[in-house]
T-cell receptor, first 115, second 113 residues
Framework: AQSVSQHNHHVILSEAASLELGCNYS??????LFWYVQYPGQHLQLLLK??????LVKGIKGFEAEFIKSKFSFNLRKPSVQWSDTAEYFC?????????????FGSGTRLQVQP | EAQVTQNPRYLITVTGKKLTVTCSQN?????MSWYRQDPGLGLRQIYY???????DKGDVPEGYKVSRKEKRNFPLILESPSPNQTSLYFC????????????FGSGTRLTVV
Protein backbone atom coordinates (compact mmCIF):
# COMPACT_ATOMS: atom_id res chain seq x y z
CA ALA A 1 0.00 0.00 0.00
CA GLN A 2 1.19 3.47 -0.73
CA SER A 3 2.02 5.88 2.05
CA VAL A 4 2.44 9.62 2.37
CA SER A 5 4.85 11.15 4.89
CA GLN A 6 4.76 14.65 6.23
CA HIS A 7 7.77 14.99 8.46
CA ASN A 8 6.93 18.35 10.02
CA HIS A 9 4.09 17.83 12.46
CA HIS A 10 4.01 21.30 13.95
CA VAL A 11 5.65 24.40 12.51
CA ILE A 12 5.73 27.80 14.18
CA LEU A 13 6.73 30.83 12.13
CA SER A 14 6.62 34.57 12.44
CA GLU A 15 4.73 36.63 9.88
CA ALA A 16 6.74 37.28 6.69
CA ALA A 17 8.89 34.19 7.21
CA SER A 18 9.24 31.73 4.36
CA LEU A 19 7.53 28.37 4.53
CA GLU A 20 8.41 24.96 3.21
CA LEU A 21 6.46 21.85 4.23
CA GLY A 22 7.78 18.48 3.22
CA CYS A 23 5.78 15.67 1.62
CA ASN A 24 7.10 12.33 0.43
CA TYR A 25 5.14 9.43 -1.02
CA SER A 26 5.92 5.83 -1.72
CA UNK A 27 4.05 4.92 -4.92
CA UNK A 28 6.38 4.26 -7.84
CA UNK A 29 3.91 4.74 -10.68
CA UNK A 30 2.18 7.79 -12.07
CA UNK A 31 0.79 10.00 -9.33
CA UNK A 32 -1.62 12.87 -8.93
CA LEU A 33 -0.57 15.10 -6.05
CA PHE A 34 -2.54 17.51 -3.90
CA TRP A 35 -2.15 19.89 -1.03
CA TYR A 36 -5.22 20.65 1.08
CA VAL A 37 -5.62 23.21 3.84
CA GLN A 38 -7.92 22.96 6.84
CA TYR A 39 -8.56 26.17 8.74
CA PRO A 40 -9.66 25.76 12.37
CA GLY A 41 -13.11 24.24 12.56
CA GLN A 42 -13.51 23.98 8.80
CA HIS A 43 -13.39 21.32 6.12
CA LEU A 44 -10.53 20.65 3.76
CA GLN A 45 -10.02 22.99 0.86
CA LEU A 46 -7.83 22.40 -2.16
CA LEU A 47 -4.71 24.58 -2.28
CA LEU A 48 -3.15 23.17 -5.42
CA LYS A 49 -2.76 20.02 -7.46
CA UNK A 50 -0.37 18.41 -9.88
CA UNK A 51 -1.32 15.97 -12.62
CA UNK A 52 1.28 16.43 -15.33
CA UNK A 53 3.43 19.03 -17.09
CA UNK A 54 5.36 21.75 -15.31
CA UNK A 55 6.50 20.29 -11.98
CA LEU A 56 6.23 23.70 -10.31
CA VAL A 57 2.60 24.24 -9.53
CA LYS A 58 1.06 27.47 -8.31
CA GLY A 59 -2.05 27.45 -6.16
CA ILE A 60 -4.26 29.85 -4.31
CA LYS A 61 -3.16 32.39 -1.69
CA GLY A 62 0.43 32.54 -2.94
CA PHE A 63 1.26 28.88 -2.32
CA GLU A 64 3.27 26.77 -4.71
CA ALA A 65 4.61 23.23 -4.74
CA GLU A 66 7.33 21.44 -6.64
CA PHE A 67 7.07 17.85 -7.81
CA ILE A 68 10.46 16.11 -7.82
CA LYS A 69 9.87 12.66 -9.25
CA SER A 70 13.33 11.33 -8.41
CA LYS A 71 12.82 12.20 -4.76
CA PHE A 72 9.15 11.14 -4.57
CA SER A 73 8.49 14.56 -3.11
CA PHE A 74 5.92 17.32 -3.45
CA ASN A 75 6.93 20.08 -1.03
CA LEU A 76 4.72 23.07 -0.37
CA ARG A 77 6.21 26.56 -0.26
CA LYS A 78 5.21 30.14 0.39
CA PRO A 79 7.70 33.02 0.33
CA SER A 80 6.06 35.07 3.06
CA VAL A 81 3.43 33.69 5.43
CA GLN A 82 0.63 35.65 7.03
CA TRP A 83 -1.20 35.17 10.31
CA SER A 84 -4.21 34.02 8.28
CA ASP A 85 -2.20 31.03 7.01
CA THR A 86 -2.49 29.43 10.45
CA ALA A 87 -4.08 26.08 9.63
CA GLU A 88 -3.37 22.41 9.16
CA TYR A 89 -1.95 21.33 5.82
CA PHE A 90 -2.36 17.91 4.28
CA CYS A 91 -0.51 16.37 1.39
CA UNK A 92 -2.42 13.73 -0.58
CA UNK A 93 -1.58 11.33 -3.37
CA UNK A 94 -3.73 9.49 -5.87
CA UNK A 95 -2.47 6.71 -8.11
CA UNK A 96 -2.77 8.17 -11.57
CA UNK A 97 -2.28 5.03 -13.61
CA UNK A 98 -4.80 2.74 -11.98
CA UNK A 99 -8.55 2.77 -11.58
CA UNK A 100 -8.25 3.69 -7.92
CA UNK A 101 -9.74 7.04 -7.05
CA UNK A 102 -8.75 6.98 -3.39
CA UNK A 103 -6.66 9.79 -2.01
CA UNK A 104 -4.05 8.74 0.51
CA PHE A 105 -3.36 11.53 2.99
CA GLY A 106 -0.35 12.36 5.07
CA SER A 107 -0.77 12.89 8.79
CA GLY A 108 -0.84 16.66 8.40
CA THR A 109 1.32 19.61 9.44
CA ARG A 110 -0.04 22.18 11.83
CA LEU A 111 1.23 25.65 10.93
CA GLN A 112 1.07 28.39 13.51
CA VAL A 113 1.94 31.89 12.33
CA GLN A 114 2.68 34.38 15.06
CA PRO A 115 1.95 38.06 14.42
CA GLU B 1 -23.89 26.36 -5.09
CA ALA B 2 -21.89 23.17 -5.71
CA GLN B 3 -21.39 21.45 -2.40
CA VAL B 4 -21.25 18.32 -0.31
CA THR B 5 -23.67 18.45 2.62
CA GLN B 6 -23.25 16.35 5.73
CA ASN B 7 -25.61 16.01 8.64
CA PRO B 8 -25.42 16.30 11.54
CA ARG B 9 -22.40 18.53 12.20
CA TYR B 10 -22.12 17.34 15.80
CA LEU B 11 -23.39 14.15 17.40
CA ILE B 12 -22.97 12.64 20.84
CA THR B 13 -24.28 9.12 21.26
CA VAL B 14 -23.96 6.11 23.52
CA THR B 15 -22.20 2.85 22.81
CA GLY B 16 -24.30 0.46 20.77
CA LYS B 17 -26.96 2.88 19.57
CA LYS B 18 -27.20 2.70 15.79
CA LEU B 19 -26.69 5.95 13.92
CA THR B 20 -26.51 7.27 10.40
CA VAL B 21 -24.55 10.23 9.09
CA THR B 22 -25.96 11.53 5.84
CA CYS B 23 -24.00 12.88 2.89
CA SER B 24 -25.44 14.47 -0.21
CA GLN B 25 -23.79 16.15 -3.21
CA ASN B 26 -25.38 18.26 -5.92
CA UNK B 27 -22.63 18.05 -8.54
CA UNK B 28 -23.65 14.76 -10.19
CA UNK B 29 -20.34 13.23 -9.13
CA UNK B 30 -19.90 9.49 -9.63
CA UNK B 31 -17.31 8.96 -6.93
CA MET B 32 -18.05 9.43 -3.22
CA SER B 33 -16.04 8.53 -0.18
CA TRP B 34 -15.99 8.65 3.60
CA TYR B 35 -12.92 9.54 5.65
CA ARG B 36 -12.25 9.79 9.34
CA GLN B 37 -9.76 12.27 10.72
CA ASP B 38 -7.87 11.57 13.93
CA PRO B 39 -5.04 13.63 15.48
CA GLY B 40 -1.66 12.58 14.19
CA LEU B 41 -3.14 10.12 11.70
CA GLY B 42 -4.44 12.45 9.01
CA LEU B 43 -7.44 11.26 7.03
CA ARG B 44 -8.10 7.58 6.51
CA GLN B 45 -10.58 6.23 4.03
CA ILE B 46 -13.47 4.19 5.42
CA TYR B 47 -15.53 3.30 2.34
CA TYR B 48 -15.92 4.57 -1.17
CA UNK B 49 -18.36 4.27 -4.03
CA UNK B 50 -17.54 4.43 -7.72
CA UNK B 51 -21.21 4.81 -8.68
CA UNK B 52 -24.73 3.81 -7.73
CA UNK B 53 -24.83 0.35 -6.12
CA UNK B 54 -21.01 0.08 -6.33
CA UNK B 55 -19.25 0.35 -2.98
CA ASP B 56 -15.99 -0.95 -1.59
CA LYS B 57 -13.91 -0.92 1.56
CA GLY B 58 -11.24 1.62 2.20
CA ASP B 59 -8.43 1.32 4.71
CA VAL B 60 -10.47 1.32 7.94
CA PRO B 61 -13.93 -0.17 7.19
CA GLU B 62 -14.46 -2.16 10.40
CA GLY B 63 -17.59 -1.11 12.27
CA TYR B 64 -19.06 0.87 9.38
CA LYS B 65 -21.54 0.29 6.57
CA VAL B 66 -22.51 2.37 3.58
CA SER B 67 -25.05 2.30 0.80
CA ARG B 68 -25.37 4.07 -2.54
CA LYS B 69 -28.93 3.75 -3.76
CA GLU B 70 -28.96 7.15 -5.43
CA LYS B 71 -26.13 9.00 -7.10
CA ARG B 72 -26.35 12.04 -4.84
CA ASN B 73 -26.50 10.28 -1.45
CA PHE B 74 -23.91 8.20 0.38
CA PRO B 75 -24.88 7.63 4.03
CA LEU B 76 -22.47 6.24 6.61
CA ILE B 77 -24.00 3.78 9.05
CA LEU B 78 -22.62 2.76 12.43
CA GLU B 79 -24.65 -0.28 13.48
CA SER B 80 -23.18 -0.48 16.99
CA PRO B 81 -20.93 2.49 17.68
CA SER B 82 -18.02 2.13 20.07
CA PRO B 83 -15.84 4.79 21.74
CA ASN B 84 -12.97 4.12 19.30
CA GLN B 85 -15.22 5.50 16.57
CA THR B 86 -15.16 8.90 18.20
CA SER B 87 -13.70 10.99 15.41
CA LEU B 88 -14.23 13.72 12.85
CA TYR B 89 -15.83 12.34 9.70
CA PHE B 90 -15.70 13.83 6.22
CA CYS B 91 -17.63 12.91 3.13
CA UNK B 92 -16.10 13.75 -0.23
CA UNK B 93 -17.06 13.47 -3.87
CA UNK B 94 -15.40 13.84 -7.26
CA UNK B 95 -16.09 13.23 -10.94
CA UNK B 96 -15.08 9.86 -12.30
CA UNK B 97 -12.10 11.01 -14.35
CA UNK B 98 -8.58 10.61 -13.00
CA UNK B 99 -7.62 14.28 -13.03
CA UNK B 100 -9.89 15.58 -10.33
CA UNK B 101 -9.52 16.31 -6.67
CA UNK B 102 -12.21 15.90 -4.06
CA UNK B 103 -14.85 18.29 -2.79
CA PHE B 104 -15.27 17.81 0.94
CA GLY B 105 -18.25 18.25 3.19
CA SER B 106 -18.04 20.33 6.36
CA GLY B 107 -17.49 17.35 8.60
CA THR B 108 -19.35 15.54 11.38
CA ARG B 109 -17.83 15.43 14.82
CA LEU B 110 -18.99 12.21 16.47
CA THR B 111 -18.51 11.38 20.14
CA VAL B 112 -19.39 7.91 21.39
CA VAL B 113 -19.59 7.59 25.17
Amino acid sequence: AQSVSQHNHHVILSEAASLELGCNYSYGGTVNLFWYVQYPGQHLQLLLKYFSGDPLVKGIKGFEAEFIKSKFSFNLRKPSVQWSDTAEYFCAVKQGDTGRRALTFGSGTRLQVQP
Amino acid sequence: EAQVTQNPRYLITVTGKKLTVTCSQNMNHEYMSWYRQDPGLGLRQIYYSMNVEVTDKGDVPEGYKVSRKEKRNFPLILESPSPNQTSLYFCASSPSGANYGYTFGSGTRLTVV
